[in-house]
Every structure is written in structure tokens, then in C-alpha cells.
């Protein structure tokens, strides 16, 4: 109905009693509608989340199919071409499935709650960028249902190999391509979010770590995804267009690829671990009970270390017959990454220097994460001197040495993250033994499967091989040992951790669980409501920033 004034002006009739005008835009919606047309940060978090543990469970089943194969010498289950089928998916699943999508649905979940933000800057692009996943990814592992092979020239899809492939490298080529896109989407609104919908007040210097490392990030993601997108690409065309850019009967080059590919391919390395040190760098100081020390020293590598990711490619092509000028450049480039990611360690240390340290579940891995990513780190050091690296290459020392960083740097640092958000997430509290045993059982496993495999590389062992001769049948038999228990590890995670939390069952979660955590997102009750900030918080002016 409708009032008209004295004058008669018409005026929408008030809303009854307690509501506002707006109230239907305020509605949770229910049932698949909410999902399929999902705008909300927080349930295009989740989506993403779940996503990614799917992709991860889908990528170690193929994981522990590899570690069963090299249980013994011989074949044992699988031909050659198989084996390098589930070598390749593993890669791509892991790399494009899992890690990347899992630290953008932790951005869409906490970048919005810890800048004061309502949502994210592009709500229906947010929707977009993660409805493009599931279809890449069925195009990813269809081939294997679909009596065509699989792509099995390794994740990094070099040619000739690549060009030799049947259909299913086209199914790889446009799943890496859909995959790209998404991933551009979401780090275009991830930092139109950043630098346009923070709080008053909030100036870049005092934003939580958490949000300068995926600032940085999407701004990597924006650079070099269009470049993989043109070497795929390009890849294309030499496969059914008669083009020649990597095809040497026509005068191509397949070293070109190599450039190509690792000009994306070093960044991506630093895309995939720049959020976890963000992750660590909020878990820390909360269960220090500190500030975060050295929070400008700690942008300043990061940003560095994304700068000098674009410059040092080519150590990953010491055995291509690179001029000794070339190798000299790109030695030296790659240690000098250590400088910035050794302050960042240092800073993560010193934080803990004389805190009031507390040994909950998130604080755990984060100590595991810093532990065994220096380790990880410094096989990556050696790897940067040419003279080892050619010795090394392709064996299964570089396999130990990115499992290290990846595994061990960007998992660990997930699942410190989810231990610390998940209360606010789900509303309940997970059960600290259990989560215990998640890390122990991870972390004991993890090293069994993945230390042995550097002194497999030091003596010899390829990467990559179905079979290999006895001398090296001891130490593959421990490895897989060690990989089918930190599966079992995971596999506990899934079912007795996060389903019961999913379900809500355990104890309700307080708006702040954790006595020492700072921040926006504690300030919102547990779980968050569906809409927050409506109106921007109001942040101490005197305050140096919101969160160490």
C-alpha cells in the first residue's frame, strides 16, 4: 500500500514493526539456489574449500597409486605410460585443484572479515571465477574414464612429448586454460577488495599480513597466468594448426617452452606459498602471545620476493645447454631469494623469542611448517648451484625438494589456518587431540615418506620411471610406507575432524577462541553471520595496526 502526504506526495507505506525496507536482500537464501548462485564471500569461501579438499583427496589417491607402484622393483601394477599418466593428473590436480584454490577460498573467507569489508568487491565474478573449477577439473581426469589415455609428458607439459600426446593433452591444455582464467578473476577482485573496501582508518601499513601476502600474490596471479596461457596455447596451435613453435621439424624451438613455462612457473612457485606465509605469520604472534616482529621488514620480502621470482626462471634449465654467463646470472638470482625468505624465518622466530608460547593444534603446524620449509628451503639453495643441479636434475632430489616446499610448506600451512578460522567458520570448536594426532601422524610420515627420496636422487634415481634397479628398492619401500600413512593422515582429517564440523557437532566456538589472536574477524561472532560489516567498523586511531 501506499501513503500520501498533505501535499500529495506518495510514500511507500513503513515496514512493520522491528524490519527494515531492505530486508529481502538480507535473506540467507536456502537450498542449491544458494550455492549455484552463491554472491556471499563466505559461501564462495567454502565452495572453494571444499572444492580444493576434494582435488586433494582426488590428487593422493593418484599419489599413493605412484607410491604403490614403486614399493618394489618391477612393474608391479601399471605400464610405463600409465604410471606418467598419474605422475602428470597428480601434478596438475595438486597444483591447479588443490593448492591454488584452497588459499582463494581462504581469501574470499577472511580477506573481506579482516580489512572490515561487507563482501567482496565483485560478488557475481566471484561466483563465475569458482563455477569455472569443476568443469576443468572433470576435463582434467576424464581421459581416464573415457578409453583415450591421459596427458603423460609431466605437469609441465613439455614438448615434444606434449606434442606427440593424443586427445586427452587437448583436455589438460583447456582445463589449464579455464583453470587460468578463474584464477585471474579472483585475484583482480582480490585486490580491487583490498585497496578499495578497507576500513576507515585502515591504511596498507596496518592490514594484517594475511592480506599484504594475497595482495601480492593476486598481483603475480594477474602477471604471469596470461603467460601460461599463451604457452598452452601456443601448444595448441603445433598440435592441430600446422604452427611450428616448438616443433623442430618446422624450425621450432622446445626450449622456447621451457622459457616460456618457467617464466610462469617460478612465480606460481611463490603464488603457492606467499598466502601460507601469511597464514603463519597470523597463527604465530597468536599463540606467542606478540605482535608480529618486524611487520614492515616482513612486507618489504615479501614484495621482494615476488620481484625477484620473475628474474631468476632459468635455473630450472641448467641442462639445457645454457651459456656459463647464463647459469652465473641465474645462480646467483636464485640465492638471492634467500635473503628476503630468511628474514621472513628469522622474524617468525623472534616472535616466538620469549612469548608465552601455547602448543594449541594451528600453533603446531605452524612450527612444523617453519621447520620443514627450512629444510625444504635449503635443498632449494643447493639446487640453485648450477654445477649441483646438473648433476641432480630430474631425479628424485628435486621431487623430495618441492614436496618439501609444497607438502610441507603450503599443506602444513592450510591446516594451521584451518585450525585457527575454523571455529569462526563453523560455529564449533574441533577436538584438540584429534588435532594432535593429525599433526604428529602428518608430520612423522610426511619425513619418512619424502627424506629418503633426496639420498634416492643423490645416487641416481629418475623422476618419473615405473621401474628401477634394486639398489634403490630399501628407500622406495620406506617412502611408501611413509606415503600411504600421511594419506591415512589425511584421510583422518576429512572424516574426523572436518565432517563432524561440518555437521556442528563439538563444542561452540566463543566469538575470540584463541587468547592471544588480533583482528577484525575476531570481533563478529562465531560462526560469522552470513553479512558482516554492513556498516565499516570503526577502527583506535591511535592504533598501529590492527593485527601483528
Same mark, same amino acid.
Given at each position: 500500500?501506499? %501513503?500520501?502526504? &498533505?501535499?500529495?506526495?506518495?510514500?511507500?507505506?513503513?515496514?512493520?514493526?522491528?524490519?527494515?525496507?531492505?530486508?529481502?536482500?538480507?535473506?540467507?537464501?536456502?537450498?542449491?539456489?544458494?550455492?549455484?548462485?552463491?554472491?556471499?564471500?563466505?559461501?564462495?569461501? &567454502?565452495? *572453494?574449500?571444499?572444492?580444493?579438499?576434494?582435488?586433494?583427496?582426488?590428487? /593422493?589417491?593418484?599419489?599413493?597409486?605412484?607410491?604403490?607402484?614403486? #614399493?618394489?622393483?618391477?612393474?608391479?601394477?601399471? @605400464?610405463?605410460?600409465?604410471?606418467?599418466? $598419474?605422475?602428470?593428473?597428480?601434478?596438475?590436480?595438486?597444483?591447479?585443484?588443490?593448492?591454488?584454490?584452497? #588459499?582463494?577460498?581462504?581469501?574470499?573467507?577472511?580477506?573481506?572479515?579482516?580489512?572490515?569489508?561487507?563482501?567482496? =568487491?565483485?560478488?557475481?565474478? @566471484?561466483?563465475? &571465477?569458482?563455477?569455472?573449477?569443476?568443469?576443468?577439473?572433470?576435463?582434467?581426469?576424464?581421459?581416464? #574414464?573415457?578409453?583415450?589415455?591421459?596427458?603423460?609428458?609431466?605437469? %609441465?607439459?613439455?614438448?615434444?612429448?606434449?606434442?606427440?600426446?593424443?586427445?586427452?593433452?587437448?583436455?589438460?591444455?583447456?582445463?589449464?586454460?579455464?583453470?587460468?582464467?578463474?584464477?585471474?578473476?579472483?585475484?583482480?577482485?582480490?585486490?580491487?577488495?583490498?585497496? @578499495?573496501?578497507?576500513?576507515?582508518?585502515?591504511?596498507?601499513?596496518?592490514?594484517?599480513?594475511?592480506?599484504?601476502?594475497?595482495?601480492?600474490?593476486?598481483?603475480?596471479?594477474?602477471?604471469?597466468?596470461?603467460?601460461?596461457?599463451?604457452?598452452?596455447?601456443?601448444?595448441?596451435?603445433?598440435?592441430?594448426?600446422?604452427?611450428?613453435?616448438?616443433?623442430?621439424?618446422?624450425?621450432?624451438?622446445?626450449?622456447?617452452?621451457?622459457?616460456?613455462?618457467? #617464466? $610462469?612457473?617460478?612465480?606460481?612457485?611463490?603464488?603457492?606459498?606467499?598466502?601460507? $606465509?601469511?597464514?603463519?605469520?597470523?597463527?604465530?604472534?597468536?599463540?606467542?602471545?606478540?605482535?608480529?616482529?618486524?611487520?614492515?621488514?616482513?612486507?618489504?620480502?615479501?614484495?621482494?620476493?615476488?620481484?625477484?621470482?620473475?628474474?631468476?626462471?632459468?635455473?630450472?634449465?641448467?641442462?639445457?645447454?645454457?651459456?656459463?654467463?647464463?647459469?652465473?646470472?641465474?645462480?646467483?638470482?636464485?640465492?638471492?631469494?634467500?635473503?628476503?625468505?630468511?628474514?621472513?624465518?628469522?622474524?617468525?622466530?623472534?616472535?616466538?623469542?620469549?612469548?608465552?608460547?601455547?602448543?594449541?593444534?594451528?600453533?603446531?603446524?605452524?612450527?612444523?611448517?617453519?621447520?620443514?620449509?627450512?629444510?625444504?628451503?635449503? %635443498?632449494?639453495?643447493?639446487?640453485?648451484?648450477?654445477?649441483?643441479?646438473?648433476?641432480?636434475?630430474?631425479?628424485?632430489?628435486?621431487?623430495?625438494?618441492?614436496?618439501?616446499?609444497?607438502? =610441507?610448506?603450503?599443506?602444513?600451512?592450510?591446516?594451521? /589456518? *584451518?585450525?585457527?578460522?575454523?571455529?569462526?567458520? %563453523?560455529?564449533?570448536?574441533?577436538?584438540?587431540?584429534?588435532?594432535?594426532?593429525?599433526?604428529?601422524?602428518?608430520?612423522?610420515?610426511?619425513?619418512?615418506?619424502?627424506?629418503?627420496?633426496? $639420498?634416492?636422487?643423490?645416487?641416481?634415481?629418475?623422476?618419473?620411471?615405473?621401474?628401477?634397479?634394486?639398489?634403490?628398492?630399501?628407500? @622406495?619401500?620406506?617412502?611408501?610406507?611413509? /606415503?600411504?600413512?600421511?594419506?591415512?593422515?589425511? =584421510?583422518?582429517?576429512?572424516?574426523?575432524?572436518?565432517?563432524?564440523?561440518?555437521?556442528?557437532?563439538?563444542?561452540?566456538?566463543?566469538?575470540?577462541?584463541?587468547?592471544?589472536?588480533?583482528?577484525?574477524?575476531?570481533?563478529?561472532?562465531?560462526?560469522?553471520?552470513?553479512?558482516?560489516?554492513?556498516?565499516?567498523?570503526?577502527?583506535?586511531?591511535?592504533?598501529?595496526?590492527?593485527?601483528?
Amino acid at each position: 500500500m501506499t %501513503t500520501y502526504t &498533505s501535499d500529495g506526495r506518495s510514500v511507500p507505506d513503513a515496514p512493520p514493526h522491528g524490519a527494515s525496507a531492505h530486508d529481502e536482500h538480507h535473506a540467507i537464501p536456502a537450498g542449491w539456489r544458494r550455492w549455484l548462485f552463491a554472491t556471499n564471500h563466505k559461501d564462495i569461501g &567454502s565452495l *572453494y574449500l571444499l572444492f580444493s579438499l576434494t582435488m586433494l583427496m582426488a590428487g /593422493g589417491v593418484l599419489a599413493l597409486l605412484i607410491r604403490a607402484e614403486l #614399493f618394489r622393483p618391477g612393474l608391479q601394477l601399471f @605400464n610405463p605410460e600409465v604410471y606418467n599418466q $598419474f605422475v602428470t593428473i597428480h601434478g596438475l590436480v595438486m597444483v591447479f585443484g588443490a593448492i591454488m584454490p584452497a #588459499f582463494v577460498g581462504f581469501a574470499n573467507w577472511m580477506v573481506p572479515l579482516q580489512i572490515g569489508a561487507s563482501d567482496m =568487491a565483485f560478488a557475481r565474478m @566471484n561466483n563465475f &571465477s569458482f563455477w569455472l573449477l569443476p568443469p576443468a577439473a572433470i576435463l582434467l581426469i576424464a581421459p581416464f #574414464f573415457m578409453d583415450i589415455g591421459s596427458a603423460a609428458s609431466g605437469w %609441465t607439459l613439455y614438448p615434444p612429448l606434449s606434442l606427440q600426446m593424443g586427445p586427452a593433452m587437448d583436455f589438460s591444455i583447456f582445463a589449464v586454460h579455464i583453470m587460468g582464467a578463474s584464477s585471474i578473476m579472483g585475484a583482480i577482485n582480490i585486490v580491487v577488495t583490498i585497496l @578499495n573496501m578497507r576500513a576507515p582508518r585502515m591504511t596498507l601499513m596496518k592490514m594484517p599480513m594475511f592480506c599484504w601476502t594475497w595482495l601480492i600474490t593476486a598481483y603475480l596471479l594477474i602477471a604471469v597466468m596470461p603467460v601460461l596461457a599463451g604457452a598452452v596455447t601456443m601448444l595448441l596451435t603445433d598440435r592441430h594448426f600446422g604452427t611450428a613453435f616448438f616443433q623442430p621439424a618446422g624450425g621450432g624451438d622446445p626450449v622456447l617452452f621451457q622459457h616460456i613455462f618457467w #617464466f $610462469f612457473g617460478h612465480p606460481e612457485v611463490y603464488i603457492m606459498i606467499l598466502p601460507a $606465509f601469511g597464514i603463519i605469520s597470523q597463527v604465530v604472534p597468536a599463540f606467542s602471545r606478540k605482535r608480529l616482529f618486524g611487520y614492515a621488514s616482513m612486507v618489504y620480502a615479501t614484495a621482494s620476493i615476488a620481484i625477484l621470482s620473475f628474474i631468476v626462471w632459468a635455473h630450472h634449465m641448467f641442462t639445457t645447454g645454457m651459456p656459463v654467463t647464463g647459469q652465473l646470472f641465474f645462480m646467483y638470482a636464485t640465492m638471492l631469494v634467500s635473503v628476503p625468505t630468511a628474514v621472513k624465518v628469522f622474524n617468525w622466530v623472534a616472535t616466538m623469542w620469549m612469548g608465552s608460547i601455547t602448543t594449541e593444534t594451528p600453533m603446531l603446524f605452524a612450527i612444523g611448517f617453519i621447520f620443514v620449509f627450512s629444510m625444504g628451503g635449503f %635443498t632449494g639453495l643447493i639446487l640453485s648451484v648450477s654445477p649441483i643441479d646438473i648433476q641432480v636434475h630430474d631425479t628424485h632430489y628435486v621431487v623430495a625438494h618441492f614436496h618439501y616446499v609444497l607438502v =610441507a610448506g603450503s599443506l602444513f600451512a592450510m591446516f594451521a /589456518g *584451518y585450525y585457527y578460522w575454523s571455529p569462526k567458520w %563453523t560455529g564449533v570448536m574441533y577436538r584438540e587431540r584429534r588435532g594432535q594426532i593429525h599433526f604428529w601422524v602428518s608430520l612423522v610420515s610426511f619425513n619418512v615418506a619424502f627424506f629418503p627420496l633426496h $639420498f634416492l636422487g643423490l645416487a641416481g634415481m629418475p623422476r618419473r620411471y615405473a621401474d628401477y634397479p634394486m639398489q634403490f628398492a630399501d628407500f @622406495n619401500a620406506v617412502a611408501s610406507v611413509g /606415503g600411504f600413512a600421511f594419506g591415512l593422515a589425511q =584421510a583422518y582429517f576429512v572424516l574426523f575432524i572436518v565432517l563432524p564440523a561440518l555437521r556442528g557437532r563439538g563444542e561452540p566456538a566463543p566469538a575470540k577462541p584463541w587468547e592471544g589472536a588480533e583482528g577484525l574477524e575476531w570481533e563478529v561472532p562465531s560462526p560469522a553471520p552470513f553479512h558482516t560489516f554492513e556498516t565499516p567498523p570503526r577502527l583506535d586511531p591511535t592504533a598501529t595496526r590492527v593485527i601483528g
